[in-house]
C-alpha cells in the first residue's frame, strides 16, 4: 500500500514525472518497494542511513509517515534526469544505481529538510492518500 501511497504523493507533487514513468510502463512497485522495505539502505552510504534513521527517530511516526514524504522527495531529486530517459531500460537502470555514493551529511540534511517542507505543504497527505480520516 505504501508503494500506491507514494505514486499518489509523487503525482500531486510532480504529475510530469508521474506521467513520464507511466508512459514508459515504469511501475512504482519496481523501484520504490526496495525503499519502502529497506528504509533507503540500499540507496546511500550506511553513515547517509544512520543519519537519515536517527531523524526518523526524532520524527513522530517518522518510519511510517515521514518515510513516505522522505522517498517522494528522494524520487524528485532526480525528476529532471529522469525525465530526459527515454525509456524503461534506462529509467531504470537509472533508479538501481542512483548517484549516492559519495553523499554526506549534508545531502541527508537537504534531502530531510525538503521532506520536511512536503509534510508541512500537505500536512494531511498521509491520512487523504491512505484514505482514512
Known amino acids: 500500500m505504501k508503494v500506491h501511497d507514494l505514486r499518489r504523493l509523487v503525482n500531486r507533487m510532480d504529475g510530469v514525472l508521474d506521467a513520464h514513468l507511466e508512459k514508459n510502463v515504469v511501475e512504482y512497485l519496481q523501484f520504490?518497494?526496495?525503499?519502502?522495505?529497506?528504509?533507503?539502505m540500499r540507496e546511500m552510504p550506511l553513515r547517509c542511513t544512520i543519519r537519515l534513521w536517527?531523524?526518523?527517530m526524532?520524527?513522530?511516526?517518522?518510519?511510517s509517515h515521514f518515510h513516505l514524504y522522505v522517498?517522494?522527495?528522494f524520487l524528485t531529486k532526480w525528476a529532471k534526469v529522469i525525465k530526459s530517459l527515454p525509456d524503461f531500460q534506462a529509467i531504470m537502470l537509472f533508479l538501481?544505481?542512483?548517484?549516492?555514493s559519495r553523499w554526506t551529511d549534508d545531502d541527508i540534511a537537504e534531502l530531510v529538510s525538503e521532506a520536511f517542507q512536503l509534510k508541512c505543504l500537505f500536512p494531511?497527505?498521509?491520512?487523504?492518500?491512505a484514505g482514512t480520516t
Not at 520504490?32 to 533507503?40: E, V
Not at 526524532?58 to 518510519?63: A, L, R, T
Not at 538501481?96 to 549516492?100: D, K, V
Open 54 to 56: 536517527d531523524t526518523y
Open 32 to 40: 520504490s518497494f526496495r525503499w519502502m522495505n529497506n528504509l533507503l
Open 71 to 73: 522517498c517522494a522527495k
Open 124 to 129: 494531511k497527505a498521509v491520512t487523504a492518500v
Open 58 to 63: 526524532s520524527e513522530p511516526n517518522g518510519f
Open 96 to 100: 538501481q544505481s542512483l548517484p549516492t
